[in-house]
Each structure stands twice: as C-alpha cells, then as structure tokens.
T-cell receptor
Framework: DTAVSQTPKYLVTQMGNDKSIKCEQNLGHDTMYWYKQDSKKFLKIMFSYNNKELIINETVPNRFSPKSPDKAHLNLHINSLELGDSAVYFC???????????????FGNGTRLTVT | AQSVTQPDIHITVSEGASLELRCNYSYGATPYLFWYVQSPGQGLQLLLKYFSGDTLVQGIKGFEAEFKRSQSSFNLRKPSVHWSDAAEYFCAVVPNAGNNRKLIWGLGTSLAVNP
C-alpha cells in the first residue's frame, strides 16, 4: 500500500516534447507538493496545492503546469522540454490545511526525467 | 538570508562505528527542525523532528538528534552504523516566525558505510 505513488518511475524523452508525471496519495492529506532534485541532490520546491488550490508557486518556467483534479492527486505537465529539465521530480504530501509548518512530508519514490 | 548548513558533503564510516551528521541553521527563534533520509533510488523519509520540549529526540532506525540553541545546531547521531544506513541525509528547517513558513533544505550529506 504505497502512500504516495508517482508514475512513471523513469521518463526519457527528447527536447521539445511534452510530458506528464502523475501523483496520487492515499493518506488523506490536504496538501501536495512537487519538488525538483538536481544532479547534486539539491531539493527545490516547485509547487504546492492545498485541497486543489495552488498555494505555493516558486519561480518555475511557465512550461511547468501543475493540475490537481482532487486533493488526492497532483499531476505535473511539462511543455517543450529542455535539457536543463533533466532531474528527479518528487511528489510529496502533508497533513493540514496550507501544509502546517510542523507537518512532516511524505514523499513518493521520484520520477527520473532525462531529456536528450 | 535564512539558511540551513550541512558542513559535510560526504562522510564515510565503518560498519559498527558511531555517526554524527551536522546541521546548523541561521534563525533567531527556535525553528521546527527535521532530518530526512533518502536511500538510493527512493524518496525521502522522515527520521525525526523537533518542535519544542526535550532537546534530545529519538527517531526511527536507531537515530537521535540533539537541538542546541546556543549553537543553532541540530546534529543527527547513531551509536552504531549499519551498512543499510548508507544514504543521503537532509536537514530541513521551518522558521517559527513570520508569514513565510516554508521548509528550507540543507544540501545533504552523503553517507557511505565500509564493511
């Protein structure tokens, strides 16, 4: 019973293509996130949704568009992929409205995106 | 700027040896403090957290961490390391003041364990 699951695990694609990553959590959490981890393991938050409402939108190119059809799902669509988009993308969730500061994150296992 | 520092990029220890991973933060008030572990090919998993109270907190997998206000530190320790502890360890902090309560991450410490 995976708590936070994301698909696919690996994604290899060419520059200019459009791709999506899906995420689902079965923890009943109100808040979901997308993080990007680069080759040096640096973690950067991209987006956060609380009950389908966008609450954090960091400086991310417009080519990245999150979509939350319901509070258990948060998908990430990327248009016109570039080489620099190659990274591991993690979905996460936490309890509480607005992602309470003291609520730990529960992470998926990541999607390794390689753009060639 | 608010920051979290993990001074050691990479640490190697022998199996059975003790371990201490350092974490320092740059905030005035006591923040919320977390340690996460990332095993190869996996997502991050919470090891332990500190919000208030007893400054020595126990976590999963035999880890503990001690909050020292005077040193602005929250170092992670384990008395005897197992080969399965080889992973990336991240310290994270949420400032306990102001409107910006976003999680701020350290750059991680990579732990290798020699047999």
């Amino acid at each position: 019973d995976t708590a936070v699951s994301q698909t696919p695990k690996y994604l290899v694609t060419q520059m200019g293509n459009d791709k999506s990553i899906k995420c689902e959590q079965n923890l009943g959490h109100d808040t979901m996130y997308w993080y990007k981890q680069d080759s040096k393991k640096f973690l950067k938050i991209m987006f956060s949704y609380n009950n389908k409402e966008l609450i954090i939108n960091e400086t991310v190119p417009n080519r990245f568009s999150p979509k939350s059809p319901d509070k258990a799902h948060l998908n990430l669509h990327i248009n016109s992929l570039e080489l620099g988009d190659s990274a591991v993308y993690f979905c996460a969730s936490s309890q509480g409205r607005g992602g309470r500061a003291n609520s730990p994150l529960h992470f998926g296992n990541g999607t390794r995106l390689t753009v060639t | 700027a608010q920051s979290v520092t993990q001074p050691d990029i990479h640490i190697t220890v022998s199996e059975g040896a003790s371990l201490e991973l350092r974490c320092n933060y740059s905030y005035g008030a006591t923040p919320y403090l977390f340690w996460y572990v990332q095993s190869p090919g996996q997502g991050l998993q919470l090891l332990l957290k500190y919000f208030s109270g007893d400054t020595l907190v126990q976590g999963i997998k035999g880890f503990e961490a001690e909050f020292k206000r005077s040193q602005s530190s929250f170092n992670l320790r384990k008395p005897s390391v197992h080969w399965s502890d080889a992973a990336e360890y991240f310290c994270a902090v949420v400032p306990n003041a102001g409107n910006n309560r976003k999680l701020i991450w350290g750059l991680g410490t990579s732990l290798a364990v020699n047999p």
